[in-house]
């Protein structure tokens, strides 16, 4: 049975000690695999053309699931966060990279540098805002710890 704060596929890195880049790696490879599946599903399955709002928003949900796996397990650890964020999106820019190779047209709707912002950005603001709400928090347990 699997521990509760482990994620699935955790034992077979061990070798990566470090759980920020243990938990990014998985993150992303877990990531690439949904993203390749959206884009193969939908270039190469046409009859389900006719769902194609319901698959999107399937995928994306799947997507956005995931990748609060690094928010939920750093959630006091805002730096922590950020480096298994990137490092979880960069390996997902590399899956859509290698996806151009063969699916060309997605070039037109995002390039890979454009995309690898987005992740970024989106774990800079997510951390970001756990940073402030952690100094807010412990501000406010020093003021209420203060005698009056």
Same mark, same amino acid.
């Given at each position: 049975?699997?521990?509760?704060?482990?994620?699935?596929?955790?034992?077979?890195?061990?070798?990566?000690?470090?759980?920020?880049?243990?938990?990014?790696?998985?993150?992303?490879?877990?990531? @690439?695999?949904?993203?390749? #599946?959206? %884009?193969?599903?939908?270039?190469?399955?046409?009859?389900?053309? $006719?769902?194609?709002? !319901? /698959?999107?928003?399937?995928?994306?949900g799947?997507?956005?699931?995931?990748?609060s796996?690094?928010?939920?397990?750093?959630?006091?650890?805002? @730096?922590?966060?950020?480096? #298994?964020? %990137?490092?979880?999106?960069?390996?997902?820019?590399?899956?859509? $990279?290698?996806?151009? !190779? /063969?699916?060309?047209?997605?070039?037109?709707?995002?390039?890979?540098?454009?995309?690898?912002?987005v992740?970024?950005?989106?774990?800079?603001?997510?951390?970001?805002?756990?940073?402030?709400?952690?100094?807010?928090?412990?501000?406010?347990?020093?003021?209420?710890?203060?005698?009056?």
């Open positions: 049975m699997v521990a509760p704060h482990r994620i699935p596929g955790e034992r077979w890195l061990q070798r990566l000690h470090d759980r920020i880049l243990r938990t990014g790696v998985l993150t992303g490879v877990y990531l @690439g695999c949904i993203l390749f #599946s959206w %884009v193969w599903i939908a270039n190469r399955i046409p009859r389900l053309e $006719a769902w194609a709002g !319901m /698959r999107n928003q399937f995928f994306f799947a997507l956005l699931v995931l990748m796996i690094p928010v939920l397990r750093f959630r006091s650890e805002p @730096g922590k966060l950020f480096v #298994s964020g %990137v490092i979880a999106w960069t390996l997902l820019t590399f899956t859509y $990279a290698a996806m151009l !190779m /063969r699916f060309s047209l997605l070039e037109s709707r995002m390039g890979v540098f454009h995309f690898f912002l992740g970024t950005v989106f774990y800079s603001f997510i951390a970001s805002f756990e940073w402030v709400l952690l100094m807010f928090l412990t501000a406010r347990q020093m003021h209420n710890s203060q005698p009056r």
